[in-house]
């Protein structure tokens, strides 16, 4: 991260909304009252600049040979203004929502997959991550301050940027990330408390004593965020002061945060879209993923000026119109004749936000849990859009005992319309609460900004400071008890923890084993119940929220000692600290040592491991480790593990005399009489036995034994090649052995070995070594006339475990997959080996079992592959209905999700044959994807790396 700014000179606070981006400014020895926001200057038109207060959260690619005037040095995007209007006239070229990629488990949030589901072929069209999008809206607010300020650049300035309270920590540092690669160094602030000390800036002493005498000396105060994006929650306690001589007189406290919604204005869009859609394309019809998301922008257009959201801040209001067009441009389309046209009526929209959005909803309401949300443009938007009855959960779980919030502040472009901001408030007050006070919102798109500049001058001392802490409690996995039951977590940073206060385990020994890199298992909670730092809790499933994992890697001296098989444990203590920009810091400390060690963990960001868990985007429970089987005994070590690694050493180590060629062959065998039967080795048993053949790889070449056996083994100790934090390593040292192939290539079983083993690791292989290996495959696989030139002196054998390993192969491009399997498809013509089908399957399955969604081949192909499976004879294909299923299941992602038509007709055909209720449902609604077909590509459970050992 950029070093922070020594002497600032200005607090200047930056709103990234999903919608829009704000930013306002003050001087650091100003008073609240003087706050101002910064036009951000940015393209209108193709060569116009203008200064406006909102900066439209989009990039645009222009076409080739469009070439829009570069005044910012934004290519090859355009931003601003221009780009929204060209991104409602230009279908798939433009990238929205990047906030809301930026907390997308199921993708590579590093990956240059946006914009989202345009075609594969596009002409000239540059993609970026999520993280590298935001970077850019960033960089593009830099150099405009910049050119405005230049004896004040932006990267000197105290700069505080918001997030959304519900942001977990990996999307809150990759928001700190997206910062620095803009050249800046940023305190994160929650955008309720930022909405809220922007009333507090407008209120001022007085109204916030006037909120007091009227809620009786104490405000519980309600604050509801609707964004672009996400609805946001909190709840702030206003009170008197102690009175205490140098105490302020009014203590403001955040008491709670809602769970992450990725619900907001986008939804509303969505919605709109969707009653629209038939209307311009007729029943039953539908619009390719680029032109729907035309429509949506249109949608979103009529919205804001059907709802009074439209009008910039200051501009004179008028009265909304009665109704508003919503245009969608045919491809290519310049002639308003080509376009596709209908109206929205205003009634109509307050119809759909009002009843969909804002329904009546009781105290006692929860959210439904229902399998069939608006989902769009791979964004797992809430499967409830009613933000009512998440309102009604949230204060019932955080406020307990009371009937409901005396105050309501509420913030985002929604509540511009009277008639929403009044519905919510009515739904409350129909709670039987205390009167409810809605505080006045002077302008819900500048307030955030705003706000976070008057946090930075609280900071200084120049006004009420928000005091709360964290909003969650972080815990750490334990090793599950022996005799069963739930697993313990200890308390590493409570909820409620200040910023800067470093927090231990006090009284909690642990044994850490180094030498090797070690994951960690991390969950949050935003439970009411106030643990300790220490404290060891059973981790109920409702209660808390599974995170990316953190990991750890050692010293050099550690590392040797691994490498020589010395296991080592070193008794250290947990430390865990809410830093001051808002991002969490754990650490284990090594005690009772002279000068003690400090192992930071570290959250694995990246896209190694992250497939287990892309069942939460598909509507089910998150499953960020890989799924654990019931293991038969206990974890090996000591003299067994000792004696299995003795064996390995025996026939791979150095050259001797007294190994049989029948002990090479039995290897195997001798491992599972020491450790028990193969299922049964858990993921630390399994690397510490890889660990041990590794070094010895060359020995793989003394005889086809030695060789078929090393493939056998690697394969299965590595599977599926993530989910233990030394992983990157081992694959990374065993991806060089795939270039020299075999020394035995007569050798039929060898082959099949070989091949299996890259298949079992395909997962932790990176999408370089994935084409690498089609590379070598694709000349074996291909029809005879595509006349690709096999390469010299390879002969491969087992090609049909080779083409179960090609289409595992998820991170390969997705038209290369596509071409593997139309290959595959024509074989079916002849042969009927049912193995090719169920390739076909795993090549064309919309959710991936490892890969970033990004990776899912285009469901024009999966089409036309479902085309000729509808023609097969089910009953005589076993692996026909497993196939459909996956080629055909329901994403609710318009750009993965194969036609209505398509499904009716697999659906149908499923029942026919009697398939199981879970693979119908699977094809007819969005289902979760089940830990059964996720296990049996994982494998083994992820090693804990912790283990109490004392009070």
């Known amino acids: 991260m950029s070093a922070p700014a020594k002497n600032p000179s200005l607090i200047v606070g930056i709103d990234l909304g999903t919608t829009h981006t704000v930013v306002a400014w003050a001087e650091r020895d100003a008073e609240p009252g003087a706050i101002r926001v910064f036009p951000i200057p940015q393209l209108v038109t193709a060569t116009e600049i203008e200064a406006r207060p909102l900066l439209p959260s989009l990039l645009y690619a222009p076409l080739p040979g469009e070439a829009p005037a570069d005044p910012f040095g934004d290519a090859p995007f355009a931003l601003g203004e221009h780009a929204r209007r060209r991104g409602g006239e230009v279908p798939g070229r433009l990238i929205a929502s990047a906030k809301s990629w930026l907390c997308h488990p199921a993708v590579d949030r590093t990956a240059p997959i946006l914009p989202w589901g345009a075609d594969d072929d596009a002409a000239a069209l540059p993609r970026v991550s999520p993280l590298d999008a935001s970077a850019r809206i960033l960089a593009h607010v830099r150099r405009t301050w910049d050119d405005a300020f230049p004896e004040r650049p932006l990267a000197e300035q105290e700069v505080v940027l918001t997030v959304p309270a519900s942001f977990d920590q990996v999307a809150r540092e990759l928001t700190v990330e997206a910062a620095r690669r803009a050249g800046l160094s940023a305190r994160l602030l929650e955008e309720p408390q930022a909405a809220f000390y922007d009333f507090m800036r407008l209120a001022g002493a007085q109204g916030l004593d006037g909120l007091l005498a009227r809620s009786g000396g104490e405000a519980m105060v309600l604050v509801c965020d609707v964004g672009g994006g996400t609805t946001d929650l909190s709840l702030i306690r206003v009170a008197r002061g102690a009175g205490a001589a140098g105490a302020p007189p009014v203590e403001v406290a955040r008491v709670a945060v809602g769970h992450h919604l990725l619900l907001g204005g986008d939804n509303m869009d969505l919605a709109l879209a969707h009653l629209c859609e038939p209307r311009l394309v007729g029943a039953g019809e539908k619009l390719d993923p680029a032109r729907f998301g035309q429509l949506v922008l249109a949608c979103r257009a009529a919205k804001e000026r059907l709802l009074g959201g439209g009008a910039e801040p200051g501009a004179g209001a008028s009265a909304p119109p009665d109704e508003a067009p919503v245009t969608v441009l045919s491809h290519g389309a310049r002639l308003v004749g080509s376009a596709l046209t209908t109206r929205l009526g205003r009634a109509e929209v307050e119809g759909v936000v009002l009843d969909g959005f804002f329904p009546e909803a009781p105290a006692d309401a929860r959210p439904q849990r229902g399998r069939g949300g608006l989902v769009a443009f791979g964004l797992p938007y809430e499967r409830d859009v009613a933000i009512t009855r998440h309102v009604a959960w949230f204060f019932a779980r955080h406020a307990p005992g009371s009937r409901g919030p005396t105050a309501l502040l509420l913030n985002g472009g929604v509540f511009r319309a009277r008639r929403v901001a009044e519905r919510l408030a009515h739904a409350i007050e129909r709670w039987g609460g205390p009167p409810l006070e809605v505080l006045p919102y002077a302008d819900p798109d500048l307030a955030v900004a705003r706000g976070a500049v008057a946090y930075g001058l609280a900071l200084a001392g120049r006004g009420v400071r928000i005091e709360g802490g964290a909003a969650r409690g972080y815990y750490v996995g334990l090793e599950p008890p022996a005799g069963g039951g739930p697993r313990p977590a200890v308390c590493v940073v409570p909820r409620g923890a200040k910023e800067g206060s470093v927090h231990a385990a006090a009284g909690r020994t642990f044994a850490l084993v180094v030498g090797r890199p070690v994951r960690f298992d991390l969950f949050a909670s935003d439970d009411a119940r106030a643990d300790r730092a220490g404290d060891i809790v059973p981790l109920e499933e409702d209660r808390f929220e599974p995170l990316p994992p953190v990991a750890v890697a050692f010293d050099a001296g550690d590392a040797a000692r691994a490498a020589a098989g010395k296991r080592a444990e070193v008794r250290v203590q947990i430390e865990g600290e809410l830093t001051a920009i808002g991002t969490l810091d754990l650490a284990c400390v090594e005690l009772g040592a002279p000068a003690p060690r400090r192992f930071r963990l570290a959250f694995q960001l990246r ?138 290539p007569q050798e039929a079983r060898s082959w099949q070995q070989f091949w299996i083993a890259w298949r079992r690791v395909a997962a932790g292989l990176d999408e370089a070594l994935q084409v690498a290996i089609r590379d070598l495959a694709d000349p074996f696989l291909a029809p005879a006339e595509q006349r690709l030139k096999k390469p010299k002196g390879v002969k491969p054998e087992a090609l049909d475990d080779l083409l179960e390993l090609c289409a595992s192969l998820e991170r390969v491009p997705a038209g290369r997959r596509s071409e593997l399997g139309a290959w595959v498809l024509e074989r079916t013509w002849t042969d009927r080996d049912a193995r090719l089908w169920a390739a076909i399957g795993r090549i064309g399955a919309r959710v991936p079992a490892y890969a970033s969604v990004h990776h899912v081949v285009s469901p024009a192909a999966a089409e036309r592959w479902l085309d000729h499976l509808l023609r097969e004879k089910w009953e005589e294909l076993p692996s026909a209905a497993p196939a459909a299923v996956q080629l055909a299941r329901r994403t609710g992602d318009r750009a993965r999700d194969v036609s209505d038509r398509t499904r009716g007709e697999v659906e149908r055909r499923l029942v026919k044959v009697g398939a199981p209720e879970a693979w119908v449902r699977a094809v007819r609604e969005v289902m979760a994807v089940e830990e059964a077909e996720r296990a049996a590509f994982f494998g083994e459970g992820l090693p804990v790396g912790l283990r109490l050992v004392g009070e």
């Open 607 to 744: 896209e190694e491991g992250r497939g287990a868990r892309a069942g939460e985007a598909e509507g089910g429970a998150p499953a960020e480790r890989a799924p654990a089987r019931p293991h038969a005994a206990a974890t090996p070590g000591g003299k067994r593990l000792d004696e299995a690694r003795e064996a390995i050493e025996r026939v791979f180590g150095k050259g001797r005399p007294d190994v049989a060629p029948r002990e090479v062959k039995n290897l195997v065998r001798e491992l599972e009489r020491v450790l028990g039967e193969r299922a049964t080795w858990t993921t630390e048993a399994a690397r510490a036995l890889f660990d041990t053949l590794a070094p010895s790889a060359r020995s793989r070449r003394r005889s086809a034994d030695h060789e078929r056996v090393f493939w056998s083994l690697a394969g299965y100790c590595l599977r599926p090649g993530f989910g233990d934090a030394g992983d990157p390593a081992r694959v990374a040292a065993l991806a060089p052995l795939f270039a020299e192939k075999l020394a035995f």
